[in-house]
């Protein structure tokens, strides 16, 4: 089972500063006190060695801010649309990977920057089958089938990701920790539209998958050996159809191509991270909410192949 993301009580941190500091001091000498039995309380409070680990899949709209200004007023809108599928898709098809999400628990750890934003799961695997996801519905839009007169009007968009799997945690109902700033660094890093994981990402897939290449080969059955999805139910397996992985071996649906390089470094919180570029192509079939016998087969690429260095 999951460990919750550990929340920090504003009440609490009151309380040890009551205790160990004072609230205000207006002495005509200043001078810097000894702080190290405060440093210790909140040490031990916030344990930073057991702070939760969370991937979050960071999207943004590539080149928001080249927009006419009537398109840019229409694009928040449109990215809660695309929000909306992509969701659906996930639980629809995808039924044993996100199993224990509902369409409030993704919308409600959500971070939105308007052009796009920050989405914590727990774990790298969830984060790439919501990017997948979220592509496909992004290319259904562009090639005329969501919403044509508003692709008319505002044109065809284009996606940047990052996948980064780090420290999380949660005070006043808002998200922080180091694995949504590394995020936020590597997209800010990335001048093209591609999809970029970090090393603890990269590290991840290699220990549990032997590598994200193997998503070419893997069927669904597979990820039920996964150490993190040992409590998942796997009757849940047959549930759901336009798998990303299929259930059986084949190359004419789910993940026909992975790859991925190591591109350079970035620098976060005085930190080094090695940065990845990973290109899958998917097909998949899509279908209207209310028909869901017109649907339509579309092979989408997230990320690209250019292998260019990073922005520092």
Not at 136 to 153: D, E, G, T
Request: charged share 25%.
């Amino acid at each position: 089972m999951a460990k919750n993301v550990k929340e920090l009580e504003f009440q609490k941190i009151l309380e040890i500063l009551h205790e160990h500091d004072s609230e205000s001091v207006y002495e005509r000498i200043n001078k810097i006190p000894k702080s190290k039995e405060l440093y210790d309380t909140i040490d031990e409070y916030v344990d930073i060695k057991h702070l939760t680990r969370r991937s979050v899949l960071g999207i943004d709209i590539y080149r928001y801010g080249l927009f006419k200004h009537l398109e840019q007023t229409l694009i928040p809108p449109l990215f809660k649309i695309l929000m909306e599928k992509a969701i659906r898709l996930s639980l629809e098809n995808n039924q044993f990977v996100f199993q224990k999400y509902t369409r409030e628990r993704i919308l409600k750890s959500f971070i939105s920057t308007g052009d796009g934003g920050f989405m914590i799961f727990e774990t790298p695997l969830h984060s790439l089958f919501f990017a997948i996801n979220f592509e496909m519905v992004v290319r259904a839009y562009n090639s005329y089938h969501l919403y044509p007169k508003l692709r008319n009007i505002i044109g065809s968009i284009s996606l940047r990701y990052a996948i980064t799997n780090d420290t999380i945690f949660q005070f006043d109902d808002n998200h922080y920790g180091s694995a949504i700033i590394n995020n936020s660094r590597i997209l800010e890093r990335d001048s093209l539209n591609r999809c970029l994981v970090d090393q603890n990402t990269h590290d991840w897939f290699l220990i549990n998958i032997d590598g994200i290449e193997n998503l070419q080969v893997y069927t669904i059955y597979d990820l039920a050996n996964i150490y993190e999805f040992q409590s998942y139910d796997t009757s849940l397996i047959d549930h759901g159809e336009n798998l990303v992985l299929n259930k059986d071996h084949t190359r004419l649906t789910g993940v026909l191509n992975s790859d991925i390089s190591r591109i350079g470094q970035i620098r976060s919180k005085e930190r080094l991270l090695d940065i990845y570029n990973l290109h899958l192509q998917v097909s998949m079939f899509i279908s209207a909410d209310n028909r869901k016998d017109s649907k339509r087969r579309i092979t989408i690429s997230l990320g690209n192949l250019n292998t260019a260095g990073i922005d520092h």
